[in-house]
Nanobody, 128 residues
Framework: LVQLAESGGGSVQAGGSLRLSCVVS????????MSWFRQAPGKEREGVAVVDIDGNTTYADSVKGRFTISKDIAKGTLDLQMNGLKPEDSGIYYC??????????????????????WGQGTQVTVSS
């Protein structure tokens, strides 16, 4: 059973940084992608960053150049370094595992049901 647990959320002023971390238990690297999604109040959940089995990464246009996703399979962790935060980055951030066999680019565009495992989410609030 794959279980995900996020941490590192909080409140920060615009321009600040946060680092999110996701611990993945019982994860077996069988072609799965790993990702970060976010959901703002009243909005749909959206993909932010994906890393595929080969280590290739892709990002939503809104976060390119500011966010960096990284994984450490040996440690079972997935991190998201967020720099230059903006108020529109606020929301609940979720890590997810799934999108079996897809590339990072394909996975970012995939439907939510392609992601089989989700964490409980961590709140990020960016004030102006």
């Amino acid at each position: 059973l794959v279980q995900l647990a996020e941490s590192g959320g909080g409140s920060v002023q615009a321009g600040g940084s946060l680092r999110l971390s996701c611990v993945v238990s019982s994860y077996e690297d069988y072609g799965y992608c790993m990702s970060w999604f976010r959901q703002a109040p009243g909005k749909e959940r959206e993909g932010v960053a994906v890393v595929d089995i080969d280590g290739n990464t892709t990002y939503a246009d809104s976060v390119k150049g500011r966010f960096t996703i990284s994984k450490d399979i040996a440690k079972g962790t997935l991190d998201l370094q967020m720099n230059g935060l903006k108020p529109e980055d606020s929301g609940i951030y979720y890590c997810a595992v799934g999108a079996l066999g897809l590339t990072a680019v394909q996975a970012l565009r995939a439907e939510l049901y392609a992601w089989s495992h989700w964490g409980q989410g961590t709140q990020v609030t960016v004030s102006s």
